[in-house]
């Protein structure tokens, strides 16, 4: 899933690439991605891009006269940047991993697509950002957020470090894969719970969420939407990376699985060398 880093990214390209351009139009192949219905996406024609940038993990395109197009690309979505269309015939709705396209003046535009068969990438068209149901909710940038309100947000919710640092709600931005490297950093285990969290534990994850994550944005910055999946798989040292040796150490990097999704750790590092129990229900070795 595109995160904190990568929508930055993406939000960065278009701002080089699409801003000042106008919209020739705006094209819905999956109809089930559109969640509003007005305004209309033919309102969009003729306007220029005026901005670009993101809330959390949300993607915003702003066009002339304050029209937003706000996107949620999900687990599997995508935003491909195309000098050139093959063809200038309108898309057709269908199943295909195109779910929208933009197309501007100069013959250039975008398609935000998504793979796999569970559709769930989301795109709003609204002149309020607090029409999207997501942003509203959203808790302050997790890289954002200085130390007195990253704690004040962390313990706001109790529970392990890992859903709470995740929640959007609490702090925006982190996903399941930077919440793995930031935990990593910080030397904590993944099901330690918030409100048990020391001060000085607190300000190590603060600094870690600040490192991780700008280090991620500094790399990913100025590279093109085709390389970032690329680049962010490269700067992992335990996600993703289970069975392989955890850099800092030397351990073998653990996972523990849940039904849709896992986590990867470091035994050493974060758990005192003591494996975490593979099973929804893990009580957390502390």
Not at 114 to 123: D, V
Not at 133 to 140: M, S, Y
Request: proline share 6%.
């Amino acid at each position: 899933m595109p995160e904190l880093p990568e929508v930055e990214a993406l939000a960065g390209y278009l701002r080089q690439r699409a801003v000042g351009r106008r919209v020739d139009r705006l094209e819905i192949a999956a109809i089930s991605a559109l969640k509003t219905y007005e305004p209309a996406p033919t309102e969009v024609a003729g306007r220029a891009v005026i901005d670009a940038g993101r809330h959390g993990k949300f993607l915003d395109v702003l066009f002339e006269g304050g029209l937003h197009l706000v996107v949620h690309l999900a687990r599997a979505g995508w935003l491909h940047y195309r000098e050139a269309f093959p063809s200038t015939t309108p898309l057709r709705p269908g199943k295909g991993p195109i779910a929208v396209r933009v197309r501007l003046d100069d013959g250039s535009g975008f398609d935000l697509t998504e793979a796999g068969t569970q559709k769930k990438l989301a795109a709003y068209l609204v002149t309020d950002l607090a029409e999207v149901p997501g942003v509203a909710k959203l808790g302050p940038d997790a890289l954002a957020a200085d130390l007195p309100l990253f704690a004040e947000r962390l313990r706001s919710r109790r529970g392990q470090v890992k859903g709470v640092l995740t929640d959007q709600s609490v702090l925006s931005g982190v996903g399941n894969a930077y919440s793995d490297e930031i935990l990593h950093a910080a030397k904590l285990s993944p099901f330690a719970i918030t409100d048990r969290l020391t001060d000085a534990q607190i300000a190590t994850l603060h600094a870690a969420t600040r490192q991780v994550l700008g280090d991620a944005v500094e790399r990913s910055l100025g590279q093109r939407a085709a390389e970032l999946k690329g680049e962010k798989r490269s700067g992992l040292k335990v996600h993703a990376r289970t069975g392989l040796p955890c850099p800092v150490c030397g351990d073998t990097v653990r996972e523990v699985s849940f039904a849709d999704s896992s986590l990867q750790y470091c035994p050493t590092c974060q758990t005192g060398g003591k494996p975490l129990a593979d099973r929804r229900l893990s009580r957390l070795v502390r």
